[in-house]
């Protein structure tokens, strides 16, 4: 457990090896829960930034490159035949 303390501002600066292990990086945001005797912070889009190329990959797909109206149409045609 590590301490810290509250600014004459309110601010309360979280310890470094807190923020490198949940890869909270400056201009994080949180939502302030308050739990009675204590609060929780909870990081607002956990999701790190992540890049087109970095995802790719989980598509699967091994064919030609489709074109967006062909995407469109292929997600309007699954869209017609769901119940």
Not at 1 to 25: A, Y
Not at 40 to 58: E, H, M, N, Q, Y
Request: with cysteine; proline share 6%.
């Amino acid at each position: 457990m590590e301490t810290t303390r509250l600014s004459e501002k309110g601010q309360i600066v979280i310890p470094k090896r807190i923020r490198t292990d949940h890869n909270w990086e400056p201009g994080t945001e949180f939502l302030v829960e308050d739990l009675g005797g204590s609060i929780a912070l909870k990081p607002i889009g956990s999701f790190r930034r992540t890049r087109l190329r970095d995802v790719l990959g989980c598509a699967q797909y091994k064919g030609p490159r489709k074109s967006l109206k062909e995407m469109d149409d292929a997600v309007a045609k699954g869209a017609r035949e769901r119940p």
